[in-house]
Structures are given as C-alpha cells and as structure tokens.
C-alpha cells in the first residue's frame, strides 16, 4: 500500500500508464488516468486524506456461447471485456467493512469487534469477537449480502477477518448481461484475499467465494461462469462437468485481428421479473434431471432423454423438456465454437452462434415472458440484427435472458453503419462496441507494494 497522495501524484504525472495500458488500451488512458484520480478524490471526501491504499480491478464478462450451461455443469465460452469495477481500498481499526459505491448508500458489516471483559472478573469467555456475517432476507438481491457473503465465506474458512474502507465505482453497464455482480464479487474477494490471506487463494478459490455470496446471501442460483471469466481474463473455454475442479482453457484467439468487432445491444431495460422468470430456467431443467435420477442435466444422456420424451412432458412439461432440449445441443455447441476459434475458423464459430441464437429462442425461451403480450423488444432488436447483417457476421440473446440485450459480431466494414442503425431503432449510445480484456481481476500498482 502507498500513501494517497503518493499515488494521485503517479497516475497523473502517467507513472502508472505501463500497467494500464494492457488493460485498457492506449487510447483509453487519458479517460482511465482521470477516472482513477477522481475514484482517489472520493475516497478520501467519504474516508479521510493521508491514507495509504491499494487500487483493484475486476472485469466484466461476455458469454460468448453456452447460454445457462454453466449451472448444469455443462460447458462455456466466455471472455473478459474492458469494462472494469474498480475499488479503493484501506484497512481501518474499527472491525467494520464499509463500502461505498458510486451512487449508492454507504453498505456497513462488523467483522471484526473485540469486546474486552473486565480484567477483575473472571469470565471463560475471556476477550472475544463478534461477527455479523448471517444471511438477512431484508439483504437478498442488494450489494451488501455480497459483501456479506464473502466475508462469511472468509470467516468459514478460517480466515480472521478485519475491517476496511472501500470505495468503488464502475463503468460496466448495468442490465445488459455483463455480469456487474461477478465483477464486484471477484473485486471484494481480490481485496479480502490481499488483506486477509496473503493472497493465497488460488483464482478459482476465489471465484467459488463469489459464487457461495450469490447463491447462499444474495439469492441468485448462478453457476461460477462469471466470476471464474472476471478472475482470469482472457477467452476462455470452460467445462463445469467436475465442478471442484473445472476443466478451463485459455483460448489463444484475438477477436481485434479477426475482422469482426463484438458489440453489445441494450434492446430494453431490465424488468422486475427477470429474476425470477431467470430462476424458473434452472429449476426446471433440474426437474428433468430428476426425472432420470440425476442432479444436473449434463449427467443424462442425450440418447436417453429423447427415447424418454414423451414421458418428460408429461411429468415435467413442454418448457422443461424443451429447456433441457436446449442444453443438450448448447453444451456441445459451446465446445465446437471453442475449437473452431483455436483453430482460427471464424466462418464456422459465426454459424454456431447463430445456432445458438436460434435454440435460445425457440427452445430455452429466454427472449420474452408469457406475459409480454405487446411489448417484445428484444425480439425485435434480434429481428433488426438479423436485417442489418443478413448473412455475414452473428447475433443471439445475450446472458441469462429477459434483460433485453442482443450480442452481436459485425464485420469490420458494417461496424459504423451497424451502429448507426441500430441506435436509429433502440437509441443514442444503445450499441456498446465491446473489447476483450485479456487480464483479469488484478491489484493496480501491485509492483509497488
């Protein structure tokens, strides 16, 4: 850690610039050299001046194939992306996380209070601490029950725990399937790991923490695709099957020279039911595992289901037993697009996605709700993609879905016309041209601790 002001004087004067700039490009480093100094300024307006700090970095996520595999323990392509939550840190003496992010209320958990007894009366209690690290209901689906979560994963592990004052701010667009948790996740389980751990816990360590907050405090029944694509970085190819120990390939494939731009639609805005329509995807594909005898879908076999079709319907239902259609084709199309980007055969990797598009919409059914009678709009975003790049380039639904948000990859020469378009339907600023981030959640200035 070094002192703030230390650290102000360096990222202006570009002492910094060697390690941003692999992380954000060359031309992003005036923004992200002001971006980082007004992130210092707030820290210091809501915790003190004269504090010495750490910076982290997590990023964001694209799926970029096997949608809703992952909590099936099926297969995935994804990859970091250049948006980023970026986090201030100090440790404090009072016991208590504090975490303020840009735009929302100051969130406040005690970890780490020594209550001391009086030394002229004997207590078998002695000195000891109190934690306030249980599951509040009142807390599911807000930031600080992923706090929480973390910190209770720390303190299961046996960590002993202690206070800091974070301030975070971010440039991930919310909504649009980017995975904004996974990334705050990985930056909080970064710091406690720094702090708490010396930072011996392995990336996947860290992204299973993450996993544990979302699922058990927060209340979202997610797979780990997210947080292990914000730990690590880069493209990578993910098999979930033997989820304590994920198969995970880098993907030595660079989107920048493949002629094609990948570009993010914000079709609609988010929807109070997205969660739990979200929610009812893998509940009822686990259904249909059940129905076999299994847990998950990715240990049914395939031959098996279709000879038991009939049978799947009629005790699951239509959407299950089409859900589960989906998954099985999914899993093994996230595994071709993967090696046919290592094998550097764009043409093929552009025909699964529009496969993949294609099975999220008519069998997986994570476009629009039942109840979304007159207002479609991703249907029609995903309509107008398919007008606009006829058949060059790709498009699906982007993420867990109901969200509104296309994924696209467009052809270099399409790219400026594609945008104009686009946001001539959806609107100004609506298409976001989306790099890959090949480095994942990293301390910024780490050399110099």
Known sequence: MRNINDVLRDIGSGAYDEELEPIYGASALPYQ???????????????????????????ARTEICGNHTDHQLGNVLSAGVGMDIIGIVSPNNDGVIRVKSKGFPMDEIAVSVTVKSDPQEYSPLGNFVIADLDPYQSEEHKSIALIRGIAARFYLMGIKLSG?????TSDIISGVGLSSSGAFEILLASIMNSLYADGCISLQGMAEIGKFAENYYYKKPCGLMDQLTSAMGGVLWIDFYDLDMPFVTKVDFDFEKSGYSLCILEAGSKDEIEISEYNYIPREMVSVANFFGKTVLSRVDEEEFLAYLGDVRKRCGDRAALR?????????????????????????????INKSGKSSFMYLQNVYTADQKTSQPL?????????????????????????GTVQAFVPDDMLADFKKETEKLLGSGKCHIVKIRHRGCAEIGGNYV
């Open 379 to 403: 249907s029609v975003a995903l309509a107008y993609c398919d007008h606009l790049l006829g058949d060059r380039g790709a498009f699906r639904v982007h993420g867990g879905g109901f969200g």
């Open 33 to 59: 050299r002001q971006r980082f100094i007004r992130a210092l300024n707030e820290f210091e307006n809501e915790f003190g001046t004269d504090r010495c700090v750490s910076i982290y970095s997590a990023p």
């Open 164 to 168: 800091f004052d974070c301030y975070t």
């Open 324 to 352: 589960a259609w989906h998954f099985f084709e999914e899993d093994k199309r996230a595994v071709r697009c993967a090696r046919f980007l290592q094998k550097k055969k764009m043409n093929e990797f552009l025909s699964e």
